[in-house]
């Protein structure tokens, strides 16, 4: 049960809040303009959310100081309906919850949060609205010096994209959630409850068990449509929804290494044998430990390389057919292209 042990300030009606900015005289003002009464949930939630959400408001509510919590994963993984119910929560609690989404985020806008005091302040989608300069000076804001106690919800799809100065200070955001794979029991609990027939559920089990991206959106798109459906095989399913990461394997391999000055191919290797992946996971990632050498003689008497790289890649950026790009690489004031194929 998640505990209600403070005393909000009279500050607006609890609610759903849209911050939003305009121009006067080349100065730049915001306000809050009311938009709903609480966020849309499902009846029934899935997972360990209830149990994740109410640690996290006890810690606002028990507390008497700012804290927050950072939830990462690709979209459809279930971080803004975490956020949603814990705003619910809040509003419950006689709270506001200001959304900060489309708007030019300025240091005009961090002053004004700065002011709110007992709300809940609402990032979704972080990066997407917040630049580099910007989430530097929201590092106070979020430490609360000056006793303007609010609840931070900050969601992004790419934990890199969010600074280190933020990520594993948890004074300045206390809980971080993944949100990279549902877990079985959820795959579990969800087919249980809309029956999936035997055959189907087994075929699905082993496509979720070996995918390293399956979100609760994907769970339920594949669910409706056998329901719909149930004649369909699932690669049929699958070969038509918006679900391209589930069709297959997808592995990204080194084509070439060219260096631009003189247009000559080099020599490379990976970690093990030419062009083997290295499959470990971080959220969606997968990464290739890269050597470049001048020639394959040089490679072969095993002289110092070139250069050396951790190359990362987001697996949902190169979802879906084969494709080809370039990785630029600068080293020694000369400028390399890396040449990859995702299939």
Known sequence: MYSTNFIPKTYPQPGVYQIVQYKHEDRVYHNLVFKYDKFDTPKKVYGDIMTNV????????????????????????????????????????????????????????????????????????????????????????LADPKNTRKLFIITENDATRISSFIINRPERAR??????????????????DFNIAPAFYQELEDKYTIATVFSFDHLQAIVNEHLHYPNETLDSIIGILNVPILRKPLYIKIKE????????????????????????????YRYIYLQVWETSKSKADKEEPLFKLDLKFNMLSQAGASTSFVYEHRQDDKKYKIILKAE
């Open 54 to 141: 109410t640690k996290i408001w006890n810690a606002y509510a028990l507390e008497a100081k700012t804290t927050g919590c950072i939830m990462v994963g690709n979209s459809g993984s279930g971080k803004s309906l975490m956020g949603y119910i814990l705003s619910n929560i809040a509003i419950i609690n006689q709270l506001p919850v200001v959304i900060c989404t489309e708007i030019d985020f300025t240091t005009e806008t961090i002053q004004f949060l700065s002011v709110l005091s007992d709300c809940v302040i609402f990032l979704d989608e972080f990066k997407k609205n917040i630049g580099w300069s910007v989430e530097d000076k929201m590092l106070t804001m």
């Open 175 to 192: 809980y971080y959630f993944e949100f990279d794979k549902i877990s079985p029991a959820v795959f579990k609990d969800y087919c249980k």
């Open 257 to 284: 290494v060219i260096r631009e000055d003189d247009n000559k191919k080099l020599e490379f290797s990976t970690d093990e044998a030419n062009l083997t992946l290295i499959e470990y996971k971080t959220q969606s």
